[in-house]
């Protein structure tokens, strides 16, 4: 049997268990992108919940690749002091959080920029409103933010950063045929698709040292017509393992596949937990890096045969920990029954309509 709760390390990152808050847009930082005291105070919930890792939610690394409203940003220094006191809150709490850094691109909210939302390539048919192709300089330009951006966070006292390369944000974009039709260096092979990431790892990790964890999350398909597949992505995996990535949070599914990705909705059932075990057992086999496994992780017991059969390193969690931010306490203390989620995925309208993220069965379920 695995042993979920013994100390691990990510290149030094000393973590207390095998479990992973993965990153959650919680529509609570302020309108410029700052950590507000709300915000703080959530991620404070979840380190005294027992945690080993929070993932922060996905934060703009410029201000062209915000993706939502009060969406978390370090695109500038004026954010550090914010980002500061997050850390630390963690850290008082004995929690280790990793900044989450990202871009948009193609799905930029152009209300919120005041831009035309940036594309890997400008193609018609998707884009219901104008979008502007990147040229190589402006490439250039998101790779030295992202390298920025994770100065920010090292600064601010993260333990270390997530480049997010999955879902279909930008440098997924790059990656995905359907949304890459580039015919420079970074279109057509896998090799070319996937540049821009591997410019990226290398700014960032030029930008924060040998020392300090740089991780990535990946998609191992997008589960879209003409979609990133799992040849591809794991030619990706090797590619960032050679680079020197620290660990690899192994997703799925793209902004626009709801039809095609596995349901993230009605997981009643320990078969319909870890939907992306297949691709993960594929990526142990050939990256050696380690795997966190992200995607419909419900029940200890699941998580417990994922580690147990060497599929993943970590278990990774979403929905579970909005509705129950103390599960791994009660896992550890020997209360061994399932998340209280029921995965009906309505968390996430309080946060479109401003109001922050929280379970609305439970907010339901407690007022009647």
């Known amino acids: 049997m695995a042993n979920l709760f013994e100390e691990t390390q990510i290149n030094g990152m000393v973590l207390a268990n095998r479990f992973v808050r993965s990153a959650t847009w919680e529509g609570m ?5 700052s950590a507000t005291p709300r915000l703080i105070d959530y991620m404070v919930a979840l380190a005294r919940g027992g945690i080993g890792l929070i993932i922060s939610g996905h934060a703009y690394v410029h201000r062209d690749g915000q993706a939502g409203p009060r969406q ?6 004026d954010l550090v002091p914010g980002l500061t006191a997050m850390a630390d809150a963690v850290h008082e709490n004995n929690g280790k959080t990793v900044l989450q850094l990202a871009h948009a691109g193609f799905f930029a909210n152009a209300r919120l920029t005041g831009h035309p939302p940036l594309a890997v390539s400008n193609i018609e048919g998707i884009a219901k409103s104008p979008r502007k192709e990147l040229t190589a300089e402006e490439i250039g330009q998101i790779v030295r933010a992202f390298a920025e951006g994770a100065e920010r966070a090292k600064k601010a006292g993260f333990d270390g950063v997530q480049i997010h390369s999955a ?22 092979s896998i090799e070319n698709r ?6 990226v790892l290398r700014a960032v990790r030029g930008a924060v040292g040998p020392d300090y964890p740089v991780l990535v999350k990946l998609n191992g398909r997008d589960f879209i017509d003409n979609g990133l597949d799992l040849e591809d992505s794991l ?48 990526f142990r086999e050939q990256t050696g890096v380690p795997l966190i496994l992200v995607g419909g992780n419900r029940s200890f017991q699941m998580a417990e045969r994922i580690v147990a059969e060497g599929t993943a390193d970590y278990i990774s969690l979403c929905r579970p ?16 029954a399932k998340s209280a989620c029921i995965s009906d995925n309505q968390c996430f309208g309080p946060a479109r309509a401003g109001e922050g993220i929280y379970c609305v069965t439970e907010k339901k379920e ?3």
């Open 29 to 33: 930082a302020g309108d410029d992108g």
């Open 72 to 77: 978390l940003g370090v695109y500038s220094d």
């Open 167 to 188: 879902h279909g944000y930008l440098l997924s974009q790059f990656l995905s045929p359907a949304f890459n039709r580039r015919t420079d260096d970074y279109g057509g």
């Open 194 to 199: 996937a540049r821009a990431l591997m410019d």
């Open 235 to 282: 030619q990706v995996g090797r590619m960032l393992a050679k680079g020197g990535i620290d660990a690899i949070e192994l997703s799925g599914g793209f902004l626009t596949s709801a039809k095609l990705s596995p349901s993230r909705t009605g997981i009643h059932s320990e078969e319909k937990e870890a939907y992306f075990r297949q691709e993960a057992k594929a």
């Open 321 to 336: 920990l909005i509705r129950e931010p103390g599960l791994i306490n009660r896992w550890k203390s020997g209360n061994l």
């Open 366 to 368: 407690k007022s009647s």
